[in-house]
């Protein structure tokens, strides 16, 4: 195959960006779409160019690192992938594939493709933990949780923080991301003696962050490459709600 890219290249946050054309023959049609963007890079490196600059890291869907915008869509044309697991099977010869990166005030451009995604980390680090000392580790069977409970925890938990859902949103909201996170430990009997601590302060920081509010428009389901559900937002909203009229930690009940 042969391609034709428009690529986003700006040298930095506060740099101004433009498109740039490219063109890679001979791709193989079994190539990753990383993979490809690696010959491109190769190419340019001959001619004494600047490569493109991408985040990436395990090209396993399970890292999150590889966050492109590709012709419109977050991962890609593809649903419930990562760009890492998109292949150029999936494109046509001669096609031109615009390529960009998360567009968002709070995953600012740190260089052509890549963003700085450390507002996601400061979210996880306001409460997406258990502080409880737990001991040595229990026995798996010592807190029973129901089947139905432990898969809807591991739902939540697939999150892998690449942020397609921020990309997708109108608003650039991370609430499916923040969600996902108070969501796989509110169900949980560990998560639930700090759950009112952590749905304010998570949200808190959510908001901090310079993340826009949520309208339920459903674009970051939709987009998600580990398919997490809405319905999780509808959890944080009665976590926060309930936390935010309770009294202290231990008034805070099911």
């Given amino acids: 195959m042969n391609i034709k890219l428009k690529i986003w290249r700006q040298a930095g946050q506060d740099k101004p960006g433009k498109f740039e054309s490219y063109e890679v023959n001979d791709v193989s049609v079994d190539m990753s779409f990383l993979e490809m963007l690696d010959v491109l890079n190769e190419n340019e490196l001959k001619k004494g160019n600047d490569p493109v600059h991408f985040d990436h890291d395990c090209r396993e869907g399970i890292c999150g690192m590889c966050s492109l915008y590709i012709n419109g869509k977050p991962h890609g044309p593809k649903h419930g992938i990562t760009t890492c697991q998109l292949h150029m099977r999936t494109f046509k010869d001669g096609e031109t594939i615009v390529v960009e990166p998360w567009r968002a005030s709070a995953f600012p451009v740190l260089k052509d493709l890549m963003v700085d995604r450390t507002a996601f980390e400061r979210i996880q680090q306001a409460g997406g933990y258990v502080t409880v000392s737990t001991g040595g580790v229990p026995d798996a069977n010592e807190i029973p949780i129901p089947k139905t409970v432990a898969d809807e925890a591991m739902d939540a938990a ?97």
């Avoid at 923080?161 to 949980?188: E, I, R, Y």
């Avoid at 003696?193 to 389901?221: I, P």
Wanted: aromatic share 6%; proline share 2%.
């Fill in 158 to 254: 697939q999150c892998i923080g690449c942020g397609a859902c921020v990309a997708a949103c109108k608003n650039a909201s991370a609430m499916l991301f923040t969600a996902a996170k108070v969501s796989q430990l509110a169900v949980l009997p560990q998560g639930k003696a700090e759950r009112k601590r952590r749905a304010l302060a998570m949200l808190e920081q959510h908001d901090a962050e310079g993340f826009g509010a949520c309208t339920n428009t459903g674009a970051c389901e939709a987009v998600c490459p580990k398919e997490i559900s809405i319905t999780h937002i509808a959890r944080l909203n009665r976590e926060f709600t309930r936390a935010a009229f309770s009294g202290s930690e231990t008034d805070y009940t099911n």
